[in-house]
């Protein structure tokens, strides 16, 4: 109704002044207090190549990612600790401001996981921006699938819609990386999956975390994006990718600010040529 129009921007401009606020209250009053900031971080600044995995499990350094995003964050090393941490905030933020565009970015910058984001310094917002450009470069959901492996569940989306060139696009990047990454670390993909595969499943997470087990929200995520998929709501592919989360921490939400990119033209898939699309003009009949 028109009439509620107003009480709506209204409580729309009220969030985002709440939460704006309380990215302010976490970056300026917890942060001196706490001195956490790049918790995160700090394990891809810190990745030592020859045993990216001796950390235990949820300790300061603890890097959880496969060899590929090890080798990656490798040269990170060579960089002082606050010079990688401002660079790396730097990137996450100019991500953050990119999902929302020039018109949405304060509602990005207000939604509460992405300041636990930019606070902790992990991949999400990075997923994010992959999972936005998935639709138009699918290849980008190798980055997906070698950071988290299980929000890969979005994939589904293109399974759905029989959008099968998409399809062996993702998963066709993604194993080309993943075979060169074998011949080269195939001893740290064996001690990836034995320490932070299966030593995951053993070891609860010492972190404030939802505990719901991936087993229940594994299912969840795959039934949105299948409803999602066949009511065309792109929304419902990070918000599956966020529940689909190994761990579900609460700044995992922020891969849900990706729901305010996936309607840019620019990110559509690309349409086939006209001429391509045109049908073939019938032959002409000879006069008898």
Same mark, same amino acid.
């Given at each position: 109704?028109?009439?509620?129009?107003?009480?709506?921007?209204?409580?729309?401009?009220?969030?985002?002044?709440?939460?704006?606020?309380?990215?302010?209250?976490?970056?300026?009053?917890?942060?001196?207090?706490? $001195?956490?900031?790049?918790?995160?971080?700090?394990?891809?600044?810190?990745?030592?190549?020859?045993?990216?995995?001796?950390?235990?499990?949820?300790?300061?350094? /603890?890097?959880?990612?496969?060899?590929?995003?090890?080798?990656?964050?490798?040269?990170?090393?060579?960089?002082?600790?606050? +010079?990688?941490?401002? %660079?790396?905030?730097?990137? !996450?933020?100019?991500?953050?401001?990119?999902?929302?565009?020039?018109?949405?970015? #304060?509602?990005?910058?207000?939604?509460?996981?992405?300041? %636990?984001? !930019?606070?902790?310094?992990?991949?999400? #917002? #990075?997923? =994010?921006? *992959?999972?936005?450009?998935?639709?138009?470069?699918? =290849?980008?959901?190798?980055?997906?699938? %070698?950071? $988290?492996?299980?929000?890969?569940?979005?994939?589904?989306?293109?399974?759905?819609?029989?959008?099968?060139?998409?399809? *062996?696009?993702?998963?066709?990047?993604?194993?080309?990386?993943?075979?060169?990454?074998?011949?080269?670390?195939?001893? !740290?993909?064996?001690?990836?999956?034995?320490?932070?595969?299966?030593? /995951?499943?053993? +070891?609860?997470?010492?972190?404030?975390?939802?505990?719901?087990?991936?087993?229940?929200?594994?299912?969840?995520?795959?039934?949105?994006?299948?409803?999602? @998929?066949?009511?065309?709501? $792109?929304?419902?592919?990070?918000?599956?990718?966020?529940? *689909?989360?190994?761990?579900?921490?609460?700044?995992?939400?922020?891969?849900?600010?990706?729901? #305010? =990119?996936?309607?840019?033209?620019?990110?559509?898939?690309?349409?086939? /040529?006209?001429? =391509?699309?045109?049908?073939?003009? *019938?032959?002409?009949? $000879? @006069?008898?």
């Amino acid at each position: 109704m028109a009439a509620s129009s107003p009480a709506r921007r209204a409580l729309r401009d009220g969030l985002v002044v709440a939460g704006l606020l309380a990215g302010a209250y976490l970056f300026v009053i917890v942060a001196p207090q706490a $001195k956490t900031v790049g918790f995160d971080a700090f394990a891809y600044w810190s990745v030592d190549i020859a045993d990216p995995y001796a950390t235990h499990i949820g300790g300061l350094g /603890s890097f959880l990612y496969t060899p590929v995003l090890a080798r990656l964050f490798a040269p990170a090393t060579n960089l002082d600790w606050p +010079t990688f941490l401002w %660079l790396w905030l730097g990137v !996450l933020l100019a991500t953050a401001l990119w999902l929302g565009g020039r018109r949405r970015w #304060l509602w990005v910058m207000a939604f509460p996981p992405v300041a %636990l984001e !930019l606070y902790h310094g992990n991949v999400h #917002l #990075l997923m =994010a921006a *992959a999972i936005a450009l998935g639709f138009r470069y699918p =290849a980008a959901w190798a980055f997906v699938l %070698l950071a $988290k492996v299980t929000p890969g569940v979005g994939l589904l989306w293109f399974l759905v819609r029989r959008e099968w060139r998409n399809l *062996a696009i993702a998963l066709g990047a993604t194993a080309v990386i993943v075979a060169v990454s074998l011949a080269v670390d195939y001893r !740290l993909w064996v001690d990836w999956v034995n320490n932070q595969v299966l030593g /995951s499943l053993q +070891t609860a997470p010492s972190q404030p975390h939802i505990d719901i087990p991936l087993l229940l929200r594994l299912p969840a995520a795959a039934a949105l994006v299948i409803w999602g @998929a066949r009511t065309n709501r $792109k929304w419902t592919v990070p918000l599956a990718a966020a529940i *689909a989360m190994p761990v579900l921490w609460i700044a995992a939400f922020s891969v849900v600010a990706a729901a #305010l =990119a996936v309607d840019r033209p620019e990110l559509q898939p690309r349409a086939a /040529s006209p001429a =391509a699309a045109a049908p073939s003009p *019938a032959p002409a009949m $000879k @006069a008898v």
